[in-house]
């Protein structure tokens, strides 16, 4: 497999102005009928009559015709999955017959079957799967697609856009044909056909439009789409309030299904969902799951405009629509619930996962240079990075200023397919400024570092902050450029009062430092008194940030910042710091220290009722296990768990009896909403319950045992189960047994069952998730259940890094069998084995032999570009 560049692009040689599509859906064979209308570009440089259309091994061409002329065999070639036609005209319509077999699509990418109903994903390069195309983003045409099938198995046929005909076939089948009357590429393309229930809504648009909303699942569970009903007519709300952007067609659906290898699909007006993005009810669905639901729905209604109006010319360019498209998910959770927790959930999640990808053999730009298998792009560099960095844009240029560049943005390139350089052209032209060094974040890679130190000078009152960043090599990038870094700062004086100052000539109590250089020293006057500094607030800038906070200014930080994102960000910090020594402790065989300042942070923390409970959750949430790695020069999983175990003893022991106060206080009997001032009460009583059985207790054991008994939502009743099994409580089995069979006919339950058992800590680990693949209620084909089962595996960290490997090697053969089942999935499950590197030497050796056992195999492209980046 070779790679492609972006310093390769031309413009297609041929345009398809119309593409009008026939499925015969079939159980043993589907007949694609593809009639495209296509002529040269006039843009092309290269003026050929040779057409090369993008197609599958799994494509099986029965036959083609130019202006219904049937081409004989030798006017065209098969090569390397391409149908090449050697002389065209400059105008014609190309008519292709083929033949796929859904119900051997283990791939899941073109058209396949997700329990009874056939399905289609196309996006990056599905739709080559279904039939011999164009497959590219710059390619964008009309389309009419007619579906022909039994009636009384497939009552639902849907494609995108419009109904606008449907009847019986000679053979009494029934056809529907749909219309899209907006120009789209074909990895917007979507087929669904099923026996499906439908929720139906409408809404009525700030035009005064009424736009049809329908939600379709398998009959079991259409109860579960009211919150997706609801979270849709906000998203659709909220988008014309903010970006003044209104929907479009006359029609919105969305379809749930089983079997999806991503969360969710943006199709042009037929989303398609990861039924555990989509359906949501108390009893069987947690409270982050609701907020995932949220998220997502608004995340693929966003691209309606982000994405699909305004598209990307290249898949090199897909952070425009997915980094912007983030940005505009995350600012809708933000502003539906509270914008710091929210703001703390999404920091976490980048500096745990995506620092570490940076960190990694697979580190690239979120505008990548080159890349083997598009499929290995969709990461959390292109998406949260890339988020990141429109974020920045809106920090520089202010609400009103960002909008007036997305306005523009959509309303220059409504209809195109274009790169992230127009997207920053449009945030510059509409603003007046100078973007130029900032987009070095579009082409560089790599987490930047800023080293910061100060100096009071009490008689002149002034403050001096001298930053300096660095950015680490990268692969194919051994140097960097400097970057813009907008860094937003306030001062916090002795007795926790913010302290204004004079910066640029204006009194003001916080500022957005412009770091553009290696080094530079920003002053700020009239400062009264000695501050602590406050850097980084809201985490304006996706870099790490060294400055040498002593214990007491952090608890300082924690309990007196004004912004309430630093006081999280304080408390990390201190236990990364706690954390920090109790892993040394370990690793010298010395004794483990009693005591912590994290105890007096907390308390206080505890005793102090006006705070919004979601917040005291999340600081009392202890820097995770993934987190701390991707902290560590040599990761040493044993003594991080065992830090972490640790001091989380040490603070329940310390404050067991504030910890059952708050248990007991945070209760409630109101009946389940995913209301935020209901999610934020639910998540610090569990976070108190679980420090409080950390403690000891029996009280607390009895509580926890009790509130898995008596929980009538799916949030209590799994925080107590995961409670139990985690300090592996006597009724560990019992309550796991029982958990499953009461759930047992739930396919989103039983994946957090799998994913528990899993991860369940215990003698033989690897055994019980050997069985559990075994268990009648997993299958490999569903990618939801392997990533339970695998996921809950790599938090088994006795099971997955014991150091005879084993735990490894079992990774490995699951990646070997998938590789060529479902590549893109292989691909996802190499990721633990890249940080091999980053590894202690007994660990990173076992890791690096699975991977040179897997290079050894002959791999799909997807799993082959990851291996072979790692090993190089
Ligand atoms: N474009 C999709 C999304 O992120 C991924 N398949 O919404
Ligand atoms: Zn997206």
């Given at each position: 497999?070779?790679?492609?560049?972006?310093?390769?692009?031309?413009?297609?040689?041929?345009?398809?102005?119309?593409?009008?599509?026939?499925?015969?859906?079939?159980?043993?064979?589907?007949?694609?009928?593809?009639?495209?209308?296509?002529?040269?570009?006039?843009?092309?440089?290269?003026?050929?009559?040779?057409?090369?259309?993008?197609?599958?091994?799994?494509?099986?061409?029965?036959?083609?015709?130019?202006?219904?002329?049937?081409?004989?065999?030798?006017?065209?070639?098969?090569?390397?999955?391409?149908?090449?036609?050697?002389?065209?005209?400059?105008?014609?319509?190309?008519?292709?017959?083929?033949?796929?077999?859904?119900?051997?699509?283990?791939?899941?990418?073109?058209?396949?079957?997700?329990?009874?109903?056939?399905?289609?994903?196309?996006?990056?390069?599905?739709?080559?799967?279904?039939?011999?195309?164009?497959?590219?983003?710059?390619?964008?045409?009309?389309?009419?697609?007619?579906?022909?099938?039994?009636?009384?198995?497939?009552?639902?046929?849907?494609?995108?856009?419009?109904?606008?005909?449907?009847?019986?076939?000679?053979?009494?089948?029934?056809?529907?044909?749909?219309?899209?009357?907006?120009?789209?590429?074909?990895?917007?393309?979507?087929?669904?056909?099923?026996?499906?229930?439908?929720?139906?809504?409408?809404?009525?648009?700030?035009?005064?439009?009424?736009?049809?909303?329908?939600?379709?699942?398998?009959?079991?569970?259409?109860?579960?789409?009211?919150?997706?009903?609801?979270?849709?007519?906000?998203?659709?709300?909220?988008?014309?309030?903010?970006?003044?952007?209104?929907?479009?067609?006359?029609?919105?659906?969305?379809?749930?299904?089983?079997?999806?290898?991503?969360?969710?699909?943006?199709?042009?007006?037929?989303?398609?969902?990861?039924?555990?993005?989509?359906?949501?009810?108390?009893?069987?669905?947690?409270?982050?799951?609701?907020?995932?639901?949220?998220?997502?729905?608004?995340?693929?209604?966003?691209?309606?405009?982000?994405?699909?109006?305004?598209?990307?010319?290249?898949?090199?360019?897909?952070?425009?629509?997915?980094?912007?498209?983030?940005?505009?998910?995350?600012?809708?959770?933000?502003?539906?619930?509270?914008?710091?927790?929210?703001?703390?959930?999404?920091?976490?999640?980048?500096?745990?996962?995506?620092?570490?990808?940076?960190?990694?053999?697979?580190?690239?730009?979120?505008?990548?240079?080159?890349?083997?298998?598009?499929?290995?792009?969709?990461?959390?560099?292109?998406?949260?990075?890339?988020?990141?960095?429109?974020?920045?844009?809106?920090?520089?240029?202010?609400?009103?200023?960002?909008?007036?560049?997305?306005?523009?943005?959509?309303?220059?390139?409504?209809?195109?397919?274009?790169?992230?350089?127009?997207?920053?052209?449009?945030?510059?032209?509409?603003?007046?400024?100078?973007?130029?060094?900032?987009?070095?974040?579009?082409?560089?890679?790599?987490?930047?570092?800023?080293?910061?130190?100060?100096?009071?000078?009490?008689?002149?009152?002034?403050?001096?902050?001298?930053?300096?960043?660095?950015?680490?090599?990268?692969?194919?990038?051994?140097?960097?450029?400097?970057?813009?870094?907008?860094?937003?700062?306030?001062?916090?004086?002795?007795?926790?009062?913010?302290?204004?100052?004079?910066?640029?000539?204006?009194?003001?109590?916080?500022?957005?430092?412009?770091?553009?250089?290696?080094?530079?020293?920003?002053?700020?006057?009239?400062?009264?008194?000695?501050?602590?500094?406050?850097?980084?607030?809201?985490?304006?800038?996706?870099?790490?940030?060294?400055?040498?906070?002593?214990?007491?200014?952090?608890?300082?930080?924690?309990?007196?910042?004004?912004?309430?994102?630093?006081?999280?960000?304080?408390?990390?910090?201190l236990a990364v710091n706690e954390l920090n020594k109790l892993i040394?402790q370990y690793?010298?065989?010395?004794?483990f220290s009693e005591e912590t300042p994290l105890v007096?942070?907390f308390?206080?923390?505890?005793?102090?009722?006006?705070?919004?409970?979601?917040?005291?959750?999340?600081?009392l949430?202890l820097p995770?296990?993934?987190?701390m790695?991707?902290?560590?020069?040599?990761?040493?999983?044993?003594?991080i768990k065992a830090a972490r175990e640790h001091l989380r003893g040490i603070a329940a022991k310390a404050?067991?009896?504030?910890?059952?106060?708050?248990?007991?206080?945070?209760?409630?009997?109101?009946?389940?909403?995913?209301?935020?001032?209901?999610?934020?009460?639910?998540?610090?009583?569990?976070?108190?319950?679980?420090y409080?059985?950390a403690?000891?207790?029996?009280?607390?054991?009895?509580?926890?045992?009790?509130?898995?008994?008596?929980?009538?939502?799916?949030?209590?009743?799994?925080?107590?189960?995961?409670?139990?099994?985690?300090?592996?409580?006597?009724?560990?089995?019992?309550?796991?047994?029982?958990?499953?069979?009461?759930?047992?006919?739930?396919?989103?339950?039983?994946?957090?069952?799998?994913?528990?058992?899993?991860?369940?800590?215990?003698?033989?680990?690897?055994?019980?998730?050997?069985?559990?693949?075994?268990?009648?209620?997993?299958?490999?084909?569903?990618?939801?259940?392997?990533?339970?089962?695998?996921?809950?595996?790599?938090?088994?960290?006795?099971?997955?890094?014991?150091?005879?490997?084993?735990?490894?090697?079992?990774?490995?053969?699951?990646?070997?069998?998938?590789?060529?089942?479902?590549?893109?999935?292989?691909?996802?499950?190499?990721?633990?084995?890249?940080?091999?590197?980053?590894?202690?030497?007994?660990?990173?050796?076992?890791?690096?032999?699975?991977?040179?056992?897997?290079?050894?195999?002959?791999?799909?492209?997807?799993?082959?570009?990851?291996?072979?980046?790692?090993?190089?």
């Amino acid at each position: 497999p070779s790679a492609i560049y972006l310093k390769d692009y031309t413009v297609p040689n041929f345009l398809i102005d119309k593409t009008e599509l026939t499925f015969d859906l079939d159980e043993t064979q589907t007949i694609v009928t593809s009639r495209l209308h296509l002529r040269r570009n006039p843009e092309s440089k290269v003026q050929t009559s040779a057409l090369v259309l993008d197609g599958g091994e799994d494509v099986k061409l029965i036959g083609v015709a130019i202006d219904d002329y049937a081409l004989p065999e030798q006017e065209y070639t098969i090569k390397d999955d391409k149908l090449i036609i050697t002389a065209t005209p400059n105008e014609f319509v190309l008519t292709c017959e083929t033949m796929i077999e859904p119900q051997n699509n283990t791939k899941l990418e073109g058209l396949y079957r997700s329990s009874s109903m056939f399905c289609t994903q196309c996006e990056a390069e599905g739709f080559r799967h279904i039939t011999y195309y164009l497959d590219r983003p710059d390619v964008m045409s009309i389309f009419t697609t007619t579906i022909i099938g039994d009636e009384t198995r497939y009552p639902v046929m849907l494609s995108n856009g419009n109904e606008i005909e449907r009847g019986k076939t000679e053979e009494g089948k029934t056809f529907v044909t749909w219309h899209d009357p907006f120009k789209k590429p074909a990895y917007l393309f979507a087929l669904v056909a099923g026996d499906l229930e439908v929720l139906n809504d409408s809404f009525t648009t700030m035009s005064g439009r009424d736009v049809k909303l329908q939600i379709f699942t398998e009959k079991h569970n259409i109860d579960k789409v009211d919150f997706a009903m609801d979270s849709l007519k906000r998203s659709m709300k909220w988008d014309e309030e903010v970006y003044g952007r209104e929907y479009d067609l006359d029609i919105f659906m969305i379809v749930a299904v089983d079997d999806f290898n991503m969360g969710a699909m943006e199709n042009k007006g037929l989303n398609i969902f990861n039924s555990s993005c989509l359906l949501a009810s108390p009893e069987t669905t947690t409270d982050d799951a609701y907020l995932r639901v949220e998220a997502v729905v608004a995340h693929e209604y966003f691209h309606n405009w982000s994405g699909n109006r305004v598209t990307c010319r290249d898949w090199f360019q897909l952070s425009l629509k997915e980094g912007f498209t983030v940005f505009r998910d995350q600012s809708f959770s933000a502003d539906t619930h509270s914008d710091v927790v929210k703001r703390v959930e999404d920091v976490s999640f980048l500096k745990t996962a995506q620092f570490a990808e940076d960190a990694g053999p697979m580190s690239h730009p979120i505008r990548p240079a080159s890349f083997i298998e598009i499929s290995n792009f969709y990461t959390l560099t292109i998406y949260e990075k890339g988020s990141e960095v429109v974020r920045m844009i809106h920090t520089l240029l202010g609400e009103e200023g960002f909008r007036k560049g997305s306005d523009l943005y959509f309303e220059r390139h409504d209809g195109q397919a274009v790169t992230c350089d127009d997207f920053v052209k449009a945030m510059e032209d509409a603003n007046g400024v100078d973007l130029s060094q900032f987009k070095r974040w579009y082409s560089q890679a790599g987490t930047p570092r800023l080293t910061v130190t100060d100096s009071y000078d009490e008689q002149a009152q002034t403050y001096s902050l001298t930053i300096q960043q660095m950015t680490p090599p990268t692969p194919n990038q051994p140097t960097k450029l400097a970057l813009h870094i907008p860094v937003k700062v306030g001062l916090v004086g002795q007795s926790n009062e913010a302290l204004s100052f004079t910066f640029d000539g204006q009194t003001q109590d916080e500022v957005v430092l412009h770091v553009n250089d290696v080094e530079q020293t920003f002053v700020f006057e009239n400062v009264m008194s000695k501050p602590v500094p406050s850097l980084l607030r809201g985490f304006s800038a996706p870099v790490k940030l060294d400055y040498d906070y002593s214990t007491e200014q952090l608890l300082q930080l924690m309990s007196g910042d004004p912004d309430g994102f630093n006081r999280w960000s304080a408390s990390q910090q201190l236990a990364v710091n706690e954390l920090n020594k109790l892993i040394a402790q370990y690793q010298n065989g010395a004794q483990f220290s009693e005591e912590t300042p994290l105890v007096e942070g907390f308390k206080a923390l505890l005793a102090d009722e006006s705070l919004d409970p979601a917040m005291v959750a999340l600081i009392l949430g202890l820097p995770s296990q993934a987190y701390m790695s991707e902290l560590a020069d040599k990761i040493d999983p044993q003594a991080i768990k065992a830090a972490r175990e640790h001091l989380r003893g040490i603070a329940a022991k310390a404050l067991e009896v504030e910890f059952k106060h708050v248990y007991e206080s945070n209760a409630s009997n109101e009946a389940y909403q995913a209301s935020a001032e209901q999610i934020a009460k639910r998540s610090l009583k569990n976070a108190a319950l679980s420090y409080w059985v950390a403690s000891g207790s029996d009280e607390a054991k009895a509580a926890v045992v009790r509130q898995y008994r008596n929980a009538d939502n799916m949030t209590d009743q799994f925080a107590a189960l995961s409670c139990v099994v985690h300090f592996n409580l006597a009724e560990a089995d019992e309550l796991l047994n029982a958990f499953f069979e009461q759930w047992k006919h739930e396919a989103l339950v039983v994946n957090k069952w799998l994913m528990l058992s899993a991860a369940r800590e215990h003698e033989n680990g690897l055994a019980q998730v050997k069985a559990l693949m075994e268990h009648p209620s997993f299958d490999i084909k569903n990618p939801n259940k392997l990533r339970s089962v695998i996921g809950g595996l790599g938090q088994n960290v006795d099971a997955f890094h014991n150091l005879d490997g084993s735990g490894y090697a079992f990774l490995a053969d699951q990646i070997i069998l998938l590789n060529k089942r479902n590549p893109q999935i292989a691909s996802r499950l190499c990721t633990p084995l890249t940080r091999w590197q980053r590894m202690v030497p007994a660990l990173a050796e076992k890791m690096k032999g699975e991977l040179e056992r897997i290079a050894r195999e002959d791999l799909s492209k997807d799993v082959y570009e990851v291996v072979s980046k790692s090993l190089a």
